[in-house]
Protein backbone atom coordinates (compact mmCIF):
# COMPACT_ATOMS: atom_id res chain seq x y z
CA UNK A 1 0.00 0.00 0.00
CA UNK A 2 1.36 3.40 -0.54
CA UNK A 3 -0.41 6.39 1.17
CA UNK A 4 -1.69 9.44 -1.38
CA UNK A 5 -1.45 13.28 -0.84
CA UNK A 6 -5.18 13.53 0.44
CA UNK A 7 -4.54 10.16 3.33
CA UNK A 8 -1.32 11.80 4.16
CA UNK A 9 -2.76 15.50 4.76
CA UNK A 10 -5.32 13.61 7.20
CA UNK A 11 -3.16 11.96 8.94
CA UNK A 12 -1.14 15.04 9.81
CA UNK A 13 -3.83 16.96 10.54
CA UNK A 14 -4.97 14.39 12.83
CA UNK A 15 -1.79 13.54 14.62
CA UNK A 16 -2.05 17.60 15.70
CA UNK A 17 -5.20 16.41 17.43
CA UNK A 18 -4.10 13.66 19.39
CA UNK A 19 -0.95 11.10 18.85
CA UNK A 20 -2.49 8.34 19.59
CA UNK A 21 -4.60 6.45 16.68
CA UNK A 22 -6.46 3.43 15.64
CA UNK A 23 -6.53 2.62 12.49
CA UNK A 24 -9.06 0.39 11.38
CA UNK A 25 -9.36 -1.65 8.52
CA UNK A 26 -11.07 0.17 5.51
CA UNK A 27 -11.38 3.99 4.12
CA UNK A 28 -12.69 5.74 7.79
CA UNK A 29 -9.92 7.39 9.76
CA UNK A 30 -11.19 8.74 13.68
CA UNK A 31 -9.33 10.48 16.10
CA UNK A 32 -10.12 12.35 19.29
CA UNK A 33 -7.96 15.01 21.46
CA UNK A 34 -6.79 13.34 24.95
CA UNK A 35 -9.52 16.10 26.70
CA UNK A 36 -12.83 14.62 24.63
CA UNK A 37 -13.48 18.06 22.96
CA UNK A 38 -12.50 17.68 19.57
CA UNK A 39 -13.74 14.65 17.31
CA UNK A 40 -12.53 14.18 13.60
CA UNK A 41 -13.31 11.72 11.11
CA UNK A 42 -12.75 11.29 7.50
CA UNK A 43 -13.24 8.93 4.51
CA UNK A 44 -10.65 8.13 2.67
CA UNK A 45 -10.30 7.48 -1.08
CA UNK A 46 -8.40 4.32 -0.13
CA UNK A 47 -8.22 1.67 1.89
CA UNK A 48 -6.18 0.47 4.78
CA UNK A 49 -6.37 -3.91 4.54
CA UNK A 50 -5.93 -4.17 8.23
CA UNK A 51 -6.00 -2.35 11.47
CA UNK A 52 -3.01 -0.95 13.39
CA UNK A 53 -2.80 1.45 16.73
CA UNK A 54 0.24 4.00 16.40
CA UNK A 55 1.58 5.53 20.01
CA UNK A 56 3.17 8.81 18.30
CA UNK A 57 1.78 9.28 15.21
CA UNK A 58 4.28 12.29 14.75
CA UNK A 59 7.13 9.38 14.64
CA UNK A 60 5.18 6.91 12.59
CA UNK A 61 4.88 9.89 9.57
CA UNK A 62 8.66 10.62 10.05
CA UNK A 63 9.21 7.45 9.46
CA UNK A 64 7.80 7.52 6.22
CA UNK A 65 10.10 10.32 5.43
CA UNK A 66 13.40 7.72 5.97
CA UNK A 67 12.48 6.40 2.66
CA UNK A 68 12.24 7.50 -0.87
CA UNK A 69 8.51 6.56 -2.26
CA UNK A 70 7.39 4.28 0.77
CA UNK A 71 4.99 1.79 0.35
CA UNK A 72 3.47 -0.19 3.35
CA UNK A 73 3.47 -3.94 3.86
CA UNK A 74 0.81 -4.96 7.10
CA UNK A 75 1.25 -8.23 9.62
CA UNK A 76 -0.33 -8.78 12.11
CA UNK A 77 2.19 -6.83 14.69
CA UNK A 78 3.64 -4.82 12.59
CA UNK A 79 4.05 -2.78 8.97
CA UNK A 80 6.93 -2.96 6.90
CA UNK A 81 7.62 0.59 5.54
CA UNK A 82 9.92 -0.10 1.88
CA UNK A 83 11.61 2.38 0.04
CA UNK A 84 11.06 1.77 -3.69
CA UNK A 85 14.58 0.62 -4.21
CA UNK A 86 14.21 -2.43 -1.92
CA UNK A 87 17.03 -1.21 -0.23
CA UNK A 88 15.95 0.03 2.62
CA UNK A 89 13.00 -0.73 5.17
CA UNK A 90 11.74 0.31 8.54
CA UNK A 91 9.74 -2.59 10.47
CA UNK A 92 7.48 -0.69 12.74
CA UNK A 93 5.42 -2.27 15.39
CA UNK A 94 1.66 -1.57 16.39
CA UNK A 95 0.55 -0.47 20.32
CA UNK A 96 -1.74 -1.87 21.74
CA UNK A 97 -5.38 0.01 21.08
CA UNK A 98 -6.24 -0.79 24.59
CA UNK A 99 -3.76 1.95 26.08
CA UNK A 100 -4.71 4.24 23.14
CA UNK A 101 -6.86 7.38 23.08
CA UNK A 102 -9.50 6.59 20.89
CA UNK A 103 -13.02 7.22 19.99
CA UNK A 104 -15.30 4.49 21.34
CA UNK A 105 -18.56 6.07 19.67
CA UNK A 106 -19.99 8.82 17.09
CA UNK A 107 -21.52 11.74 17.86
CA UNK A 108 -25.22 12.13 17.18
CA UNK A 109 -25.05 16.33 16.20
CA UNK A 110 -28.24 17.63 17.62
CA UNK A 111 -30.51 20.09 15.84
CA UNK A 112 -28.77 23.43 14.58
CA UNK A 113 -29.42 26.66 16.26
CA UNK A 114 -27.00 28.44 14.10
CA UNK A 115 -25.61 28.30 10.48
CA UNK A 116 -23.03 29.27 8.24
CA UNK A 117 -20.64 28.66 5.59
CA UNK A 118 -16.45 29.38 7.12
CA UNK A 119 -14.74 29.86 3.99
CA UNK A 120 -10.69 29.40 3.76
CA UNK A 121 -10.35 33.48 3.40
CA UNK A 122 -12.17 33.88 6.49
CA UNK A 123 -10.80 31.12 8.26
CA UNK A 124 -7.29 32.40 7.55
CA UNK A 125 -7.91 35.45 8.79
CA UNK A 126 -9.43 34.58 12.15
CA UNK A 127 -6.08 32.77 13.19
CA UNK A 128 -4.45 35.78 11.68
CA UNK A 129 -5.99 37.88 13.57
CA UNK A 130 -6.00 35.72 16.94
CA UNK A 131 -1.78 35.24 16.41
CA UNK A 132 -1.39 39.18 16.43
CA UNK A 133 -3.73 40.24 18.93
CA UNK A 134 -2.91 37.09 21.04
CA UNK A 135 -6.33 35.99 21.93
CA UNK A 136 -7.77 32.47 22.54
CA UNK A 137 -11.24 32.67 21.29
CA UNK A 138 -13.92 33.40 18.84
CA UNK A 139 -16.96 34.35 19.44
CA UNK A 140 -20.16 33.54 17.17
CA UNK A 141 -22.89 35.76 17.79
CA UNK A 142 -25.53 37.17 16.24
CA UNK A 143 -28.40 40.20 17.36
CA UNK A 144 -32.13 40.34 16.42
CA UNK A 145 -30.77 42.36 13.61
CA UNK A 146 -30.02 39.78 11.53
CA UNK A 147 -26.29 40.08 12.01
CA UNK A 148 -23.97 36.91 12.37
CA UNK A 149 -20.35 37.93 13.39
CA UNK A 150 -17.22 36.06 14.08
CA UNK A 151 -14.78 38.11 16.12
CA UNK A 152 -11.21 37.15 18.19
CA UNK A 153 -11.98 38.43 21.53
CA UNK A 154 -10.38 38.15 24.92
CA UNK A 155 -13.43 37.02 27.45
CA UNK A 156 -11.95 37.93 30.28
CA UNK A 157 -11.13 41.61 29.60
CA UNK A 158 -13.87 43.66 28.02
CA UNK A 159 -12.01 46.17 26.92
CA UNK A 160 -9.27 44.51 24.91
CA UNK A 161 -8.72 44.82 21.22
CA UNK A 162 -11.08 42.84 19.10
CA UNK A 163 -11.10 41.49 15.36
CA UNK A 164 -14.98 41.24 13.82
CA UNK A 165 -15.74 39.81 10.56
CA UNK A 166 -19.56 39.22 9.42
CA UNK A 167 -20.47 35.77 7.32
CA UNK A 168 -23.64 35.07 6.19
CA UNK A 169 -25.71 32.56 7.92
CA UNK A 170 -29.19 31.22 9.64
CA UNK A 171 -30.67 31.07 13.43
CA UNK A 172 -33.14 31.06 15.37
CA UNK A 173 -34.16 32.63 18.45
CA UNK A 174 -32.96 35.56 20.25
CA UNK A 175 -29.25 36.94 20.44
CA UNK A 176 -26.57 34.62 21.78
CA UNK A 177 -23.10 34.57 22.13
CA UNK A 178 -21.41 31.27 21.43
CA UNK A 179 -17.55 31.17 22.12
CA UNK A 180 -14.52 28.69 20.55
CA UNK A 181 -11.30 28.65 21.46
CA UNK A 182 -8.99 28.41 18.65
CA UNK A 183 -6.62 25.67 20.27
CA UNK A 184 -9.32 23.33 19.38
CA UNK A 185 -10.24 24.79 15.87
CA UNK A 186 -7.74 21.83 14.67
CA UNK A 187 -9.15 21.52 11.04
CA UNK A 188 -7.40 21.18 7.54
CA UNK A 189 -7.92 24.62 5.61
CA UNK A 190 -10.86 24.79 3.38
CA UNK A 191 -14.51 25.25 3.39
CA UNK A 192 -16.64 24.62 5.79
CA UNK A 193 -20.14 24.37 6.23
CA UNK A 194 -20.39 24.91 9.68
CA UNK A 195 -23.75 24.36 12.32
CA UNK A 196 -23.98 24.66 16.09
CA UNK A 197 -25.79 23.60 19.01
CA UNK A 198 -26.93 25.46 22.57
CA UNK A 199 -26.12 21.63 23.88
CA UNK A 200 -22.69 23.95 23.39
CA UNK A 201 -21.64 21.59 20.38
CA UNK A 202 -20.21 22.77 16.87
CA UNK A 203 -20.47 20.82 13.34
CA UNK A 204 -17.50 21.49 10.68
CA UNK A 205 -18.03 19.66 7.32
CA UNK A 206 -15.38 20.81 4.59
CA UNK A 207 -17.35 21.29 1.80
CA UNK A 208 -14.60 19.36 -0.60
CA UNK A 209 -13.71 16.63 0.83
CA UNK A 210 -15.02 14.02 3.06
CA UNK A 211 -13.73 15.03 6.40
CA UNK A 212 -15.87 16.32 9.62
CA UNK A 213 -15.05 17.54 12.88
CA UNK A 214 -17.27 18.03 16.30
CA UNK A 215 -15.45 20.69 18.38
CA UNK A 216 -17.16 21.64 22.12
CA UNK A 217 -17.67 25.00 22.43
CA UNK A 218 -16.76 27.16 25.65
CA UNK A 219 -18.48 26.96 28.41
CA UNK A 220 -18.37 30.48 28.69
CA UNK A 221 -21.41 30.59 25.52
CA UNK A 222 -24.26 32.18 26.37
CA UNK A 223 -27.86 32.28 24.52
CA UNK A 224 -30.65 34.70 25.03
CA UNK A 225 -28.49 37.38 25.80
Known amino acids: MQLNENTLTVLKNFAGINPNIVIESGNVLKTITEAKNVLAQAKLDQEFPSSMGIYDLNEFLA ?38 TSPQKDIVMPDADVSFVLDNETLNRLRKATATLGHQEISISGTSSGVLSLSVIDKNNATSNAFSIDVSGEYQGSDFNYVLNIGNLKIVPGDYDVSISSKLISHFVNKNSNLQYWIALEKSSETGV
Do not use: C, M, Q, W
Open 63 to 100: VLGLVDSPTLDFTDDYVIVNDASGRSKVKYYYSDPEIL
